[in-house]
């Protein structure tokens, strides 16, 4: 059975291989039970696309996995607090719960001026703040 720091793990290994090509070295998984069904690294500058974060890409391959906009039984892991905008995406689509390694201090969604992954004020009808994990010792 996996565990949070094999996941993170993959995380880290999918930084490494976006760093390799230039990109911010950070790498996203989307799980759902046991099972990987998002996985990607940092491709903005390859793809020449500021939307191409890590997080957004692993919940792009989620979406399209399960056909289904509600996420809500998916935890995301990430070498980095998610930031402005994929916290907002987490929002949407109501992924539970959110493991990271490093701080996003300046646009992050929880340790930033902006922390739209904690706020509890949102529109009615957005989802209930996710769990949050900030992995502080590896």
Known sequence: ???????????????????????????ALLVRGEVIIGAAEEATKTK????????????RQAVKTLNTNDLSDCVLYSTH?????CSYAIRFYKIRAVFYLQESTYLGGVSSALPLLTTVAVPPGWSVA????HITTW
């Open 48 to 59: 020449n696309d500021i939307t191409c974060h890590a997080e957004m890409e692993a919940i």
């Open 81 to 85: 607090e998610p930031c402005i905008m």
């Open 1 to 27: 059975m996996p565990t949070t720091n094999d996941f993170i793990e993959q995380c880290i290994t999918l930084g490494k291989q976006a760093a390799e090509k230039g990109n911010s070295a950070v790498g």
């Open 130 to 133: 996710p769990h949050i994990h």
